[in-house]
Structure formats: structure tokens, C-alpha cells
């Protein structure tokens, strides 16, 4: 079945910290990985994209990465400040059609 | 939010009344796309167009239509045999429907039923 797991489900850290939110996934074939950042009450936006033969990829604060024969990927946020607070959702794209499978979301909360 | 824009922000729904939630885009996107989203819940994908006068059905098209007479607009109605229809809807654009490529999410309305 493809799937996407994402852990933990919710995350509490303090201003300042780094943490890693993970994802795991099932889907097959595999085209790309995609990590979205989510307020509440607001669409998802674009954070990074990667392909089989990306295992890194980074944009500011945000470091994913991919390994492909684990079928796992790492969302790292550097030095976290408060907008940070948000979901974080992991998409796998599914095959040469392009069926987006789209994981729960990790809750994360940036206390000051 | 990219240029998509959705409205209204809220929208009630009585019972067994059919309601649209408008979605317009100016970023020349060919392809949209309609997702729900529920509590602790994946996006699940509703209907996608890649061009304008052509839609598919997504995973969970029951109770709901589109129409997409413009390249800019993809209204979704949402009505009376969707049962279950209180959730965020996301409306989406991407250049082309091609799988490789960055689709951008509108702010989303939320659907309540009264």
C-alpha cells in the first residue's frame, strides 16, 4: 500500500533549538519528495523538492534528505525561531502520472 | 499564497443545500487542483484540470462537481450528497499537471455545516 508516515505527530522545542522531523514511505514507483510548510489556517508552501538522485537538499534554515534505499527522508530546521510554528507535511509523488501521496503532517510548536 | 485566491474564507452550509467555493488564479497555470483536508488527515485530492473545459476525477469525487471554463477559475460545489462535507479545501495551481513540477496552494476555506 503506499503510504506516508511522518513522526512525531506533534513537537514541542524552544526558540533558538534544532530539531528533525521524519518521514517514511511505502510509495512506489517513486518520483520526487516534497516538503510543504503549513500555518494554521493557511495553504501549504513549497520548501524543497527533491529527486532519486538528490540525497540533500536546503533552503535557509531548512535542510531535507533523502535516502532512497531506506525509503526515508529528514526535515532539519536550524536554529528555530517562532514562525516556525507550523505543520510540516511530506508528499511523495507516485509514478509517472504523478499521484501526490501526502503524509499527516508533523505539528510543530516554537516556544519563545 | 502565490497568487491563487480562494473565497470566502468561511462558508456555512444548511442541509441539503449545494454550496461553490470559488478559486482563481493569475500565476497562467494550465493545471488546478481541489484537495480536502480533515483533522490529523493527508490531503486527499477531489478533482484536477489540465486544461481548461477538461477535468478528472480524484480520489474522493463523490458529492462534489467542478467546471473549469477558464484557465484562471475552478470553482468547486459542494453538494447535498456529500454528506460529510465540513473540512478545509485547498485549491492548487501548476504549470502543466506534470508530476516533476511545484504545485502552489491558495489560503483555503473552511466549511462548516450548521
Known amino acids: 500500500k503506499n503510504q506516508v508516515e511522518q513522526s512525531p505527530q506533534s513537537l514541542i522545542i524552544l526558540e533558538g533549538k534544532n530539531c528533525t522531523l521524519q518521514c517514511n514511505y511505502t510509495v512506489s514507483p517513486f518520483s520526487n519528495l516534497r516538503w510543504y510548510k503549513q500555518d494554521t489556517g493557511r495553504g501549504p508552501v513549497s520548501l524543497t523538492i527533491?529527486?532519486?538522485?538528490?540525497n540533500t537538499k536546503s533552503n535557509g534554515r531548512y535542510t531535507a534528505t533523502l535516502d532512497a534505499d531506506t525509503k526515508q527522508s529528514s526535515l532539519h530546521i536550524t536554529a528555530s525561531q517562532l514562525s516556525d510554528s507550523a505543520s510540516y507535511i511530506c508528499v511523495v509523488t507516485r509514478g509517472s502520472q504523478g499521484n501526490l501521496i501526502f503524509g499527516k503532517g508533523t505539528k510543530l510548536s516554537v516556544k519563545p | 499564497d502565490g497568487g491563487i485566491t480562494q473565497s470566502p474564507k468561511y462558508l456555512f452550509r444548511k442541509e441539503g443545500q449545494n454550496v461553490t467555493l470559488s478559486c482563481e488564479q493569475n500565476?497562467?497555470?494550465?493545471?488546478m487542483y481541489w484537495y480536502r483536508q480533515d483533522p490529523g488527515q493527508g490531503l486527499r485530492l477531489i478533482y484536477y484540470s489540465q486544461i481548461v473545459n477538461d477535468f478528472q476525477k480524484g480520489d474522493i469525487a463523490e458529492g462534489y462537481s467542478v467546471s473549469r471554463e477558464k484557465k484562471e477559475s475552478f470553482p468547486l460545489t459542494v453538494t447535498s450528497a456529500q454528506k460529510n462535507p465540513t473540512a478545509f479545501y485547498l485549491c492548487?495551481?501548476?504549470?502543466?499537471?506534470?508530476?516533476?513540477?511545484?504545485?502552489?496552494f491558495g489560503p483555503g476555506t473552511r466549511l462548516l455545516v450548521l
Open positions: 492548487a495551481s501548476s504549470w502543466s499537471g506534470r508530476y516533476q513540477e511545484t504545485q502552489y
Open positions: 527533491m529527486t532519486f538522485s538528490e
Open positions: 500565476l497562467n497555470h494550465d493545471a
